[in-house]
């Protein structure tokens, strides 16, 4: 079981760029894939990024392909999301979690989640 805690989300405007952070409280946090999903109001939760244990492998959602880089760094026990050019439709509540799993791209392979942080992006 691994303790996952978000943070770095807030208000922007289109075209603007955040970093989002993701701490997690375990000592084996390099034997995790990690994912970020996205759950915007009356959707359901989507993947938007993964990243193997080592950082060696990641994939994106198309729709963040070439905007959001998911990077980590081990040491600090913490997955990060940039996010560049964002865009109004980007606006959601950011979720990382945690999985032994490599299918990284299905919500339902991760059985660890931090609580989220809502990022809002303005035209």
């Known amino acids: 079981q691994v303790q996952l805690v978000e943070s770095g989300g807030g208000l922007v405007q289109a075209g603007d760029s955040l970093r989002l952070s993701c701490a997690a409280s375990?000592?084996?946090?390099?034997?995790?894939?990690m994912g970020w999903f996205r759950q915007a109001p009356g959707k359901e939760r989507e993947f938007v990024a993964g990243i193997s244990r080592f950082g060696s492998g990641t994939n994106y959602a198309d729709s963040v392909k070439g905007r959001f880089t998911i990077s980590r760094n081990n040491a600090k026990n913490t997955v990060y999301l940039q996010m560049n050019s964002l865009k109004p439709e980007d606006t959601a509540v950011y979720y990382c979690?945690?999985?032994?799993?490599?299918?990284?791209?299905?919500?339902?392979?991760?059985?660890?989640w931090g609580q989220g942080t809502q990022v809002t992006v303005s035209s």
């Open positions: 375990t000592r084996a946090f390099s034997d995790y894939n």
């Open positions: 979690a945690a999985t032994h799993s490599f299918l990284l791209t299905d919500s339902n392979n991760y059985p660890n």
